[in-house]
């Protein structure tokens, strides 16, 4: 059973950290399996029938069960399928951590398909399926396949989420590191929500990708 695998596999003082990491899941629903130790075991589990029972078997209990259904559907080859899997899954999603490593290789090839799905989850009321989507449109859609009009997707998100509005941040950050001339004016024009603005200008901030002329700058907009 792949509950009692994952028990064979526990780290009480990992379990401890993370749950520090994690304030709104309960520390009794961590059992402590480190990322590297999840990630042989999606791999070992493949496309076996117990794997296929398990992502079936919503809800899970525990954080590191979710962590898991994660990792077994960013493997999932074709698109439709997996698609199919996130919109299953992601209800249950509620952390950042679950939600953040859900990552399928699947769409680096189907980004013309990606796209059509991407509004549909940004524009949902349920935390993590919108954190999901902004991450999506940050991961896929910032370098070769840019276009400024998909700044306008996380920017009309007004949300009162912490973690959405990270999410938000962490995007706008990353986009003025990757496509600065395009990203500027949402900061010029003060088109962000204030917490958000701050927010970006701070991890904008903090990255290596960014100038020391484009900080000094940044940093007199506020």
């Not at 796209?115 to 370098?143: A, K, N, Q």
């Not at 995007?171 to 395009?182: I, V």
């Amino acid at each position: 059973m792949i509950q009692d695998e994952l028990f064979a596999l526990q780290d009480t003082e990992y379990a401890a950290f993370q749950s520090k990491l994690m304030p709104n899941v309960p520390r009794e629903l961590i059992i402590g399996v480190r990322v590297p130790q999840l990630r042989k075991f999606a791999k070992k589990l493949g496309k076996s029938k117990e794997a296929q029972e398990f992502l079936l078997a919503l809800p899970h209990a525990y954080y590191d069960e979710n962590m898991l259904h994660s990792l077994l559907v960013s493997e999932i080859k074709d698109f439709d399928d997996c698609i199919s899997a996130i919109d299953a899954f992601l209800p249950y999603v509620d952390n950042w951590a679950v939600c953040d490593i859900l990552s399928p290789q699947v769409f680096k090839k189907n980004r013309t398909q990606l796209l059509t799905e991407i509004p549909r989850w940004t524009s949902s009321s349920h935390v993590y399926t919108c954190r999901f989507g902004i991450e999506m449109l940050m991961t896929h859609f910032l370098d070769e396949d840019f276009d400024s009009k998909y700044l306008e997707i996380p920017a009309q998100i007004h949300s009162d989420e912490y973690y959405v509005n990270m999410m938000i941040a962490w995007f706008f950050a990353t986009a003025l590191a990757k496509q600065w001339d395009s990203t500027l004016p949402y900061l010029e024009t003060k088109k962000l929500d204030t917490w958000v603005f701050n927010k970006t200008i701070q991890k904008a901030c903090e990255s290596y990708r960014i100038t020391k002329e484009q900080k000094i700058y940044l940093r007199s907009l506020k």
